[in-house]
């Protein structure tokens, strides 16, 4: 069974940092690109960032830039996603995505996680 799960988020001063996790099972990792979307309260989903499989080329939104960090650890079957220099309009719920590449950068993967709470507040 197919599984995502999220963790690492919380509450945070603006200006801090997190790091969010996401562990997979039941399924290949190594083969997928993996993707961390958010959604704002009254906001759409929108996409944060995205690792491809194989060589791990990464792509990340305009608004993360040179904030946030995708990685993945294939051996681990994890994947995370660094986040500094946090700001209140980051706060939102950050999901997890598996699946073929297009389809993440697409926003439409195979897999989703449930998603973790990050507040970005003073």
């Known amino acids: 069974q197919v599984h995502l799960e999220e963790s690492g988020g919380g509450l945070v001063q603006p200006g801090g940092s997190l790091r969010l996790s996401c562990a997979a099972s039941?399924?290949?990792?190594?083969?997928?690109?993996i993707g961390w979307f958010r959604q704002a309260p009254g906001k759409e989903r929108e996409g944060v960032a995205c690792?491809?499989?194989?060589?791990?080329?990464?792509y990340y939104a305009d608004f993360v830039k040179d904030r946030f960090t995708i990685s993945r650890d294939n051996a681990k079957k994890m994947v995370y996603l660094q986040m500094n220099d946090l700001k209140p309009d980051d706060t939102a719920v950050y999901y997890c995505?598996?699946?073929?590449?297009?389809?993440?950068?697409?926003?439409?993967?195979?897999?989703w996680g449930q998603g973790t709470q990050v507040t970005v507040s003073s």
């Open positions: 690792i491809s499989a194989g060589y791990g080329d990464t």
């Open positions: 995505s598996a699946g073929y590449y297009d389809g993440v950068r697409a926003g439409t993967p195979d897999y």
């Open positions: 039941g399924f290949n990792l190594d083969y997928n690109a």
